[in-house]
């Protein structure tokens, strides 16, 4: 316990700006951000699953498909506070877990960090309802297992430091893609046309409200992880 609460050497200022590269490249080039966005979509629905716990709603299923959308079912008041703020928080899920993680990278607490993550995927395993979804959690969390166990201080940085760039890099790029759909009209059923229809509050401000959390998450996570 003393060594997960404890701090670690924290990453060398090279490997900081080599896995921001390299989330940066999962993010810009489709052929990579496909796969890669499964991840994001665990964050998104995990998000959506902890909300609707936290404001006594009933969680029933989760499910993560492969074409990286994903679906929270929960019970309760239809109306209301509770299914407003689980809706709210699936696109600025991922940028504040990856807000939350570069806070714990900025105090050298590698270690703990890994491990609320591999709790958290563990306790999202339970509710998964699907197949696909719950490979992807059970890869996901034992890769973090894995490298919590078996890595040495300097691996262990350098994953941690890899999916928090990750997650407030790709939480960015979800908000676009579903700007985009519905300037199509393909989206009816979004979170943000869900909100509007729940608060009388136009989509098009729910989706600033996205924007705008992400790329403050991003800005705030990356200070801290480059040193600022």
């Known amino acids: 316990m003393t060594e997960i609460l404890g701090t670690q050497p924290p990453p060398d200022e090279w490997i900081v700006y080599l896995t921001g590269g390299c989330a940066?490249?999962?993010v810009v080039f489709?052929?990579?951000?496909?796969?890669a966005r499964n991840a994001i979509t665990i964050a998104h629905e995990g998000g959506h699953g902890?909300?609707?716990l936290a404001t006594g709603r009933r969680l029933e299923a989760i499910r993560l498909h492969s074409d990286t959308s994903g679906l929270t079912v929960s019970r309760g008041r239809p109306t209301g506070l509770g299914v407003v703020l689980t809706l709210?928080?699936?696109y600025p899920a991922a940028p504040l877990l990856g807000l939350g993680g570069a806070a714990l990278l900025g105090t050298h607490r590698v270690t703990l960090l890994l491990w609320i993550a591999t709790v958290l995927l563990l306790a999202l395993l339970v509710m998964v309802r699907n197949a696909y979804g719950i490979l992807t959690v059970v890869l996901t969390s034992t890769a973090f297992l894995l490298v919590s166990l078996l890595g040495g201080p300097e691996v262990q940085a350098a994953f941690a430091c890899a999916a928090v760039w990750?997650?407030?890099l790709g939480g960015v790029r979800p908000a676009f893609e579903l700007q985009a759909k519905r300037r199509h009209g393909g989206t009816p059923d979004s979170d943000a046309d869900?909100?509007?229809?729940?608060t009388h509050v136009p989509a098009g401000v729910w989706l600033f409200f996205f924007h705008a959390v992400a790329i403050c998450a991003l800005i705030g996570g990356?200070?801290?992880l480059l040193g600022f």
């Open 30 to 35: 489709r052929a990579l951000w496909l796969p």
């Open 166 to 168: 990750f997650l407030l």
């Open 222 to 224: 990356g200070r801290w």
């Open 50 to 52: 902890l909300v609707a």
């Open 88 to 90: 709210a928080v699936g």
């Open 24 to 26: 940066l490249s999962l």
């Open 194 to 198: 869900q909100l509007a229809r729940l």
